[in-house]
Structure formats: C-alpha cells, structure tokens
C-alpha cells in the first residue's frame, strides 16, 4: 500500500531527527494539493520548539527517494505528497487479493439462538454483523472459525417443548417448523394458566438437561438453519449446551477458580453457601463487587456457564468432541456430540456477537480470564456489542408475539425488488435471482453499515433504493461497470501515460480498499468497509457522469486507443473491488439489475 510505505519513509526521517511519534498519512482534502499527507509536524511542535512548517520542511529533506513519490512539499504544517501518475495507476490496477495467512486463530460466536422459534429481525443484526466480520478477519489474514452456540438445556427451548405437548399440537407441514413452534410458545406466555404449568415445564427442562430430547430441538434448529442458509450466513462449527455439561467444561473453570483467591465461599452475609466472584480487581467502582457463580442450593448460574465456555474457547479447558452434522446447508459443519472426535480452538482471540444488553456478564467473562492468571487473554476477548434493531419504528418482543420472522423480511424485501427490478429493467433474464441478491443487499448493508452502538430503525424503502446509503445502490454501481465490460469487443493495451486528473481520482479511492479492509478488521466492525463501498460507488458515478462543456468527459468505450484500454482496466478493477468488498459483507455481486 503506497499510504503505508509513505508513513514508512516518515519515520525513517523522523528517526533522523531524533524524535519519535506515530504517523498517520491521510488523503488531501479536495481541492487541496498533493494526494496524501501528513500532520505530522503539528505532533512535534512543542517537543521540537519550532513550527509546524519548519519541521515539516525538515522531515521533507531527510526523506528517503522513493521512485513513486514525484515531490512532496509543505502546506500550512502539513507535509503532501504528489505520487507520480503512472505509478499511481500501476498500483491501483492491481487485482484485490486476500493477505497472507500471517495472523493468529480467532473463534467467533454469532447468532447463537435459542432453538425455540424463528428468528426475528432483531437477530438479523447479530447474524450480519458476525458474518461478514468473520469474512472480513479470514481477508485479512486470520486463522478464522465461526462458532454457532445452542442453548439446548435453556428454559426457552422448555417452553416450547412442553407447549407443543401441553396443547396437543401437531405440525402439518404448511408452515416452516421454527414459525409453528414459535406460535406455541407466545400460546404458552398468553396462558393465563402458565403459573399453574410451572412442574410441567421443569419436567421438560430436566430431560433437556440429561439429553434426552435433543432430536426434538435439532428439528427446530433445522429450520433455524435455512433461515441462516438464506442470509448467506457460515458456520463451521455448532456447540450444544448439553454437551458442554457433559463433558465437564463447569466443574473444570470452577476448579480454576477455587484457585483464586477472588473467588471464595462467604460464611455469612447475602451471599452465605455460594460461591462468588470478587471483580473489583478488574471491575473498580462497582457498587456491588461480588457475582454469584454458584448459588447457595449448588445451582450455577449462567455466568458460571459463559466462563467455562470461553475457557474452553481460548484453550484453558479441553473436554468437548465434534463430529460431521447432519443438514442440507452446510455440508463441512461439525457439530459437538459425545461420540466425536476431542477438539480444542485454543483461538488467540474470541469475538462474541451479543447484543448490547449483555455487556455486564460480557465483562464478567473476561474479569474470570484475568482471575486465573491470564490477563492477555482477557485483552483478547473481545464482545462485538450491538444495539437492538427497530422495523419500521417497532420494537420487537418473542414473548408478546410482537415480532416479524427474518423469513417474513426476506420475502417481502424479494417481492419489492422484483417490483422494482421489473420496472427499470422489464427485459431481465432472471429478474426472480436478482431480486433475491438485491433483497439480501437490503437487509444485510443495512445492518452493518451502522456503526454497532447505534440503533437501527429498517425500513424497507429507504433500504431498497437503488440510491443513496445502500446496498443496492452499491450493487448497481457493480452492474453498470459489468455492463460497460461485456460492451467492450476489443482488448485495448493501457497507456497508463494518457491518464487525466479523472482516472487519478478514481485511482485513488481504489487504492483505499485494504485500508479500510484493515480498518474494519481493527475495530471489530463492518462499518468501515461498508462505508467505504458507498464512497466508492460515488466516485465511480461521478466518473462515469462527468461532463467538460456539456459532453461526457469520461468515455470509456470510445476513448483513443491507449486511454480506452486504460478506462477499460479501471471499470475491470472497480468491479472486481465492489465485487470483493461486498462479498466481505456476505452479499452477492449481480452481474444485471
């Protein structure tokens, strides 16, 4: 990447100097001159007594010679740079390419939901946030595998059992399986009786917990998992909650913790026969420093529960077995199972998709990996928070049945697509799998072009719109420049010199695709590059709409030979970088809207 390579030679003038201090080189603002630069200078004013100006002079004469650098000068403190035009699309021509597997394993845990309904837009969130981040890690060199959590032993999946026989229901196949079984349990919750139910209900939770009906609640995750499949979501693997009880993987972190002596048993007090966790070490300023990991009567609780889990994760606990599942949509899925083979990630760092509302115990888990003596591991475990997602200014609510299905989104998003499509283009060879990509575009952008602490509010025209921030709108910028490529008849060799101030433009927001790649990468979020795709696409209909005296300025298939082949080269490269950055967000590239 030639911005790093610019910040590279910084520092070694910088080293020259004398002085350190981080540098960041930055594109110039429109208008302004040069194509990146540098503020540097301002960092070391105080330090060095002088002016922004004179250091950056200074740092601009102990430069090293770079062949793609043409001159660099100072600017009000700040220190440009104006790269050499044909280096410049020499660099930006060249194809996107994932980044070697240099980086350490990271586990991530997405969806993860309770296998008692479908899922609900507000699950939709957590399933494209930890997809595409998961894309996005693999791109950028990581060792990466996608955990998908069931909570098989959960009340919620109790109720939904037990509902099923309670009320003698009996599946007809007319509907998907999770949306029948959902509408049992919002019948068990609407139950004016469901007090009266309480002993039924524990009955079905302790046969959960002994693994007794597990076949029952793997026909509801099936149907979970076409909705998973549809949403072009992966997973490599599938943890059972009752396979971890099996195998052990509590009463091992409890053990580790005993060692602690952060976690003890109170002799009196609230908290008299449990066992606690003391987090202020890790935690100050709590009001209440103590967290129960196991009551008093010997039940554990769920952060107990969460602690094994990521002890198990980062490789501080070994016990759990996988083998191939089962399934029609994921054909390398394993599952865990008793009869597996032993396996342990030991990832180098953990990113949990939870929602915002599970920070605390988030907190909590991390706290228990610093307690036993592990520290580093806790800096390396990381909780993707997220807020919730409204649809059209609606809360959602399972329990209320004051939800809609992602299976209801989906389909009403394809049938306003295929409305649309139809209409700005009725001779589509295949306006039903168009409409389909377009529709997934919708809901998936529109859940990770938001920063994660923010809430959403879906709404489905605004996230249709061939226009403005969405996915769509990314799309078509795809189609038009395949479109212009399937016009072009004959090959034409690029003359990089031909070059006008637009190619230099475009080139340039090409060559931020890494960048942002990386970005997205470092915080743990797919907004930057979904961002990024929107910028893009802007500049490339500004291109391809630019005008000099009333006519386009910027024809590409009839352009003088030279600069055809290199307008040509530019439109192959763009396509292939949307392509590429929306395939990071899990969302198909189509080739005709």
């Known amino acids: 990447m030639l911005k790093a390579r610019l ?26 001159p040069g194509d990146y630069g540098t503020p540097v200078a301002f960092a070391l004013a105080r330090s060095l007594r002088k002016p922004p100006q004179a250091i950056a002079e200074e740092i601009r004469a102990l430069l090293p010679p770079l062949a793609f650098l043409e001159r660099a000068e100072e600017v009000g403190g700040y220190l440009n740079f104006h790269l050499r035009t044909e280096a410049l699309l020499a660099e930006a021509l060249k194809p996107p390419r994932p980044f070697p597997k240099t ?40 060792q990466v595998e996608v955990l998908n959590y069931i909570d098989d032993t959960g009340r919620q999946a109790a109720e939904s059992l037990f509902a099923l026989r309670h009320y003698g229901l009996e599946w007809d196949g007319k509907e998907k399986y999770d949306h029948f079984v959902g509408r049992a349990y919002v019948r068990l919750h609407q139950d004016p009786r469901k007090e009266a139910l309480e002993q039924g209900i524990q009955k079905v939770l302790q046969a959960l917990e002994r693994g007794e009906l597990r076949e029952e609640v793997n026909r509801i995750l099936l149907a979970q998992l076409k909705t998973m499949h549809d949403l072009n979501a992966h997973y490599d693997l599938l943890v059972w909650e009752s396979d971890i009880v099996r195998a052990g993987l509590l009463e091992g972190a409890l053990e580790r913790l005993k060692q602690s002596p952060f976690v003890f048993t109170p002799k009196e007090g609230k908290y008299q026969g449990a066992l606690v966790m003391d987090a202020s070490q890790v935690l100050p300023g709590l009001e209440d420093p103590y967290f129960v990991l196991v009551r008093s009567n010997g039940a554990a609780t769920y952060y107990a529960k969460d602690i094994a889990f990521q002890f198990w994760k980062m490789g501080l606990l070994e016990g759990l077995r996988f083998r191939p599942y089962e399934n029609p949509f994921y054909p390398r899925l394993r599952t865990s199972a008793p009869e597996g ?96 990509m377009v529709a ?9 072009k938001v920063e994660p602490r923010k809430q959403i509010d879906f709404r489905y025209e605004e996230a249709l719109s061939f226009e403005g921030d969405t996915g769509p709108y990314v799309q078509y910028a795809h189609a038009r420049a ?5 016009k072009s008849e004959t090959p034409d060799e690029p003359d990089l010199a031909q070059a006008t101030p637009y190619e230099r433009r475009l080139a340039l927001w090409l060559l931020d695709f890494e960048e ?54 530019l439109v192959e490269k763009l396509k292939a970088t949307l392509a590429t950055g929306l395939g990071l967000l899990g969302i198909p590239a189509p080739e005709v809207m």
């Open 7 to 32: 910040a590279e030679a910084v520092q070694e003038a910088l080293r020259k100097l004398g002085v350190e201090a981080p540098v960041i080189v930055q594109r110039t603002p429109e208008g302004r």
């Open 103 to 142: 980086r350490g394993r990271v586990l991530i845990e997405h969806t993860s939901v309770n296998p008692n309904k479908e899922l609900h837009v507000g699950h939709l969130r957590n399933v494209a946030l930890g997809d595409s981040l998961a894309r996005i890690l693999d791109y950028a060199g990581h």
């Open 341 to 436: 083979e032993a396996y342990t990630p030991k990832a180098e760092m953990t990113v949990n998709v939870i929602d915002a509302r599970q920070s605390h115990p988030q907190a909590l888990v991390r706290t228990a990996l610093a307690l036993v003596g592990r520290p580093d591991l806790m800096e390396k475990a990381v909780h993707l928070a997220y807020e919730t997602v409204l649809l059209e200014g609606q809360q959602m609510s399972g329990r209320k049945g004051l939800t809609v299905s992602v299976d209801e989104v989906l389909e009403e998003a394809w049938g306003r697509a295929l409305r649309v499509i139809r209409e700005k283009n009725p001779d589509h060879p295949d306006p039903e799998d168009a409409a389909r």
């Open 440 to 448: 997934l575009a919708a809901l998936r952008f529109a859940m990770v």
């Open 482 to 486: 395949a479109a212009i490529l399937r």
């Open 516 to 569: 942002k790649v990386l970005e997205s990468a470092e915080e743990k979020s797919p907004h930057p590059l979904a961002q990024y795709l929107l910028d893009l696409a802007a500049a490339w209909n500004a291109y391809y709409n630019a005008k000099e005296d009333g006519r386009p300025a910027t024809p590409v298939l009839t352009a003088p030979p030279g600069l055809k082949g290199l307008r040509l080269a």
